[in-house]
């Protein structure tokens, strides 16, 4: 378990000690009135497959070596445009 405040191991963002940061900057502001929320994020074109009665589809995209969204190394913000 890893605490969505500080990112610490170990407890949850609800019994965190330490004072509330957002996790998108790691200020010391709500994530709701983080500007950073509200920026364009890059898109990723689909490229890749499904099979059907799976819903899977795979967009291969290059590893970041640096992410802004804290702990979030193995997944992905996902906008669907039609």
Not at 30 to 59: D, I, K, M
Not at 65 to 77: D, H
Request: glycine content about 10%.
């Amino acid at each position: 378990m890893i605490c969505f405040n500080c990112g610490g191991p170990g407890h949850y963002v609800g019994n965190c000690v330490k004072p509330k940061a957002c996790f998108i900057c790691q200020q010391n502001h709500n994530v709701n009135n983080c500007a950073a929320w509200s920026e364009v994020q890059p898109t990723a074109a689909f490229f890749g497959s499904g099979a059907r009665g799976l819903g899977f589809y795979h967009v291969d995209v290059p590893i970041a070596n640096e992410s802004k969204w804290l702990n979030f190394q193995n997944c992905a913000v996902v906008n669907i445009l039609k």
